[in-house]
């Protein structure tokens, strides 16, 4: 019998340590060759570490949220055969760098919309076998499907290592017409005791370390203004109708792309980065369109290159792709990283107003708030118009605040009059 060690990997880019993000073994489970050991995060991805032999889990180090040195030894695993951490570092690496192409990079993120409203639903009793405040273990795939599908995993079995969810649990769940089981109703007038505590780990702990940056370095001027959406929403209703096969159906969101694109050159100062330390802005003449997108795994910003380069129905068509690659966990680093202004809509929740956060380091963000019928004094009476605000947010030290407001104005004027966007 041998006592094999497994390190903390260093997964490159100059990463000097990794935070533990889930543990998907527990002390004394036998595992298989390629079992999922542990999730590992760092600054620029999220890695699944396997098990490169068969055997018992003997120790493991370190407790979800946890940050780690590279080359600190995590788990233990007792062997039939003989091995070192030192000989049997490398697969792991390996392993590692192989699966690169399927990492989530963590993007800056700007905002807290991905605090999203909770839906009123049942809540399950636990899968047997599964304590009833211990969070189910399945794979980012898996939990996307369940919430696709309106499934809570709590209710449902896990055949995996330590319980872990698999997509055949999944499908048998769903077939055998599984239903979330419904609580006791509490009753009115009955006073409510229960705390519970969460820690912050993973990805929210880097939404929330990014954003803290953003509002404690950046001095935001925020800024709103309502546009007028009859034209516009005609003209998009319209295109929508007279689509060709295969043109994607065209959103509020390609139209707001493509009039900050024209005003853009105007204001290069707003289409730009700004280093901190050194004091440098970095104007682009290039529009990398960040569009900021809820995931399952938090909030993330994937980005349309080149969105100058583009027609209404290429901007579309980008802006649903690469934002649905966020969304299955399939984005590339390149296509999360990179922006140089962004767009966030909080779409049916958009509300009157809010005040966006800068993903820097760029210097801009527009905010799309909801459409809906007001009534507006025209022509001496009151008519119902499609109405919505824009909410905006400016880094003060790089636009002032009469640029930004002259800015977000002939936005307005393009979004008001949809054909001069055209021209």
């Known amino acids: 019998m041998g006592l094999y060690s497994i390190k903390l990997p260093d997964v490159g880019e100059g990463v000097v340590e990794a935070e533990i993000v889930e543990w998907y073994v527990k002390t004394g489970q036998t595992i298989a060759e390629d079992d999922s050991l542990v999730d590992i995060m760092t600054d620029k ?17 370190g407790e979800p949220g946890d940050v780690m040195a590279v080359g600190t030894v995590i788990i233990t695993i007792e062997t039939d055969g003989e091995a070192s951490a030192d000989e049997e570092e490398t697969p792991i690496l390996r392993q590692a760098q192989d699966e690169e192409k399927e990492e989530k ?7 807290p919309e991905d605090v999203q409203k909770p839906t009123s639903k049942p809540h399950p009793e ?8 211990t969070k189910p273990l399945a794979s980012p795939a898996v939990r996307k499907r369940a919430l696709e599908q309106n499934v809570d995993l709590a209710a449902v079995p896990g055949s995996g290592p330590a319980g872990r969810i698999t997509h055949q649990d999944l499908d048998d769940f769903i077939a055998s017409g599984g239903r979330l089981k419904v609580r006791a109703t509490t009753l009115s007038g009955t006073k409510r005791t229960g705390v519970s505590t969460q820690k912050i780990i993973g990805l929210r702990r880097k939404i929330a370390q990014n954003l803290a940056h953003s509002k404690r370095t950046i001095p935001h001027f925020a800024y709103v203004e309502e546009v007028e959406m009859e034209a516009l929403e005609t003209l998009r209703q319209h295109l929508n109708a007279n689509r060709s096969e295969g043109q994607p159906k065209l959103t509020l969101l390609p139209f707001l792309s493509m009039a900050l694109i024209k005003v853009l050159p105007e204001f290069p100062q707003a289409n730009a980065h700004f280093d901190n330390d050194d004091g440098i802005a970095t104007k682009y003449e290039a529009v990398h369109m960040g569009i900021a997108t809820a995931t399952p795994n938090g909030l993330m910003v994937p980005v349309v290159k080149h969105a100058e380069s583009m027609n209404i129905w290429t901007l579309a068509s980008e802006i649903a792709r690469v934002c649905a690659a966020a969304r299955d966990g399939k984005g590339t680093k390149d296509e999360l990283t990179g922006s140089t202004i962004t767009i966030t809509s909080l779409g049916a929740l958009g509300g009157i107003a809010s005040t966006p956060v800068i993903n820097a380091p760029e210097v801009a963000i527009i905010g799309v708030n909801k459409l809906q019928t007001r009534p507006v004094w025209c022509d001496g009476a009151f008519q119902p118009r499609k109405m919505m605000n824009l909410s905006s947010s400016f880094d003060h030290r790089i636009v002032d605040g009469y640029d930004a407001a002259r800015l977000i104005q002939k936005v307005k004027a393009l979004l008001e009059n949809p054909a001069t966007l055209f021209m």
């Open 45 to 61: 991805a999220t890695v699944e570490i396997p098990s490169p032999v068969n055997g018992i889990v003997k120790t493991i180090t």
């Open 105 to 111: 990079p963590i993007p800056s993120l700007p905002h």
């Open 126 to 133: 636990p899968a047997e076998g599964r304590g009833e405040n």
